[in-house]
């Protein structure tokens, strides 16, 4: 069981981090923090970052 909890964290970190460095317009600083947050709190990172891309 702990293994899909851990590919489900790894998912949602890839997908973020993905998202940041590939397809957003930020600066580097802030591509940075979203990474170390993508790696640190990747569910609730991944979750929040789906409703700042939305506005």
Not at 6 to 25: D, G, M, N, P, R
């Amino acid at each position: 069981m702990n293994n899909i909890y851990y590919i489900i964290h790894l998912v949602f970190a890839i997908w973020v981090i993905y998202e940041v460095w590939a397809k957003s317009k930020m600066g580097g600083g802030a591509k940075i923090v979203w990474t170390i947050l993508a790696l640190l709190f990747s569910v609730i990172t991944a979750i929040v970052y789906y409703f700042m891309k939305k506005k």
